[in-house]
DNA sequence: AAAACTAGGTTACTAAAAGTATACTAGTTG
DNA sequence: CAACTAGTATACTTTTAGTAACCTAGTTTT
């Protein structure tokens, strides 16, 4: 595939360079960013890779996200695609949520996230 | 490398699910995302990936982002060790920011991130 | 030589998103 | 019955993003 993003560089006569193709839109690593980018999002995904996670425990799984932050973002991942909201119970409601495919195509790049984040250890 | 995000989940008798053990802090893929997931910062480090850009240049690139939002970018990520800003010029003031070894080592990150944005071609 | 333009920002202000805390309904456990 | 869990909802505060105009200093256009 070729690379959609190139912005061509001049240098002119004393060295200075001008910007030959601007972008004129969010390029595509600002739109993948803004999919799974998000506060909280990339974090939902990843751990719902291995299994249906039920709201609490993901809640709780995640650490200092509060559950408005996880219902919002729950609510834009299944909007977008990436995740399934599925009701197990009815009396005493329980809820999982399992990742699309679409979601699961999303791991890689969040498992490399993952790998780069933990070599550098990474202060806050 | 072992994974240090493992939470593990217990089923009960019903059939419900238990969290074992929660996160108590942002995870690797959290803290990656704050230092990469802000917006522009994937697509500013993006596009300094060949060479050293000048700040009006990397403005004009990224098709939407204002100079303030540039700016503040590439000073978080100065501070974090991503990038270097270099004076080339000092009457007609220019000015290049390019990535060190660090922001580097982002760019696999974000190249996998721009093969899978583009080939699941997403609307804003 | 004045007018307009470029570079690299800064300032003041508004809008949108994140975060906090409390509450609600319905059921369950001690 | 009191306390607790699940899955939200609501009201409010704080933080972040975004817009627009401005500034200094040099450069090109007319």
């Known amino acids: 595939m070729v690379n959609k993003m190139k912005s061509s560089i001049k240098t002119d006569a004393k060295g ?8 004129d839109e969010p390029c595509a690593i600002e ?5 799974i980018g998000g506060k909280w999002k990339g974090s939902i995904i990843y751990h719902l890779k ?4 039920r709201f609490n425990d993901l809640t709780r799984m995640l650490g200092g996200a509060t559950k408005k932050m996880v219902d919002q ?11 399934i909201r599925k009701v197990i119970s009815h009396r005493p409601v329980a809820v999982t949520y399992e990742l699309t495919e679409f979601g699961r195509s999303a791991l890689e790049i969040l498992e490399s996230l993952r790998v780069w984040s933990e070599s550098h250890n990474i202060q806050i």
């Open 16 to 23: 200075r360079k001008k910007v030959l193709n601007m972008c």
């Open 31 to 35: 739109k993948g960013m803004r999919l």
């Open 50 to 53: 291995d299994e249906p996670v």
């Open 73 to 83: 973002r729950l609510k834009e991942l299944e909007q977008e695609g990436m995740v």
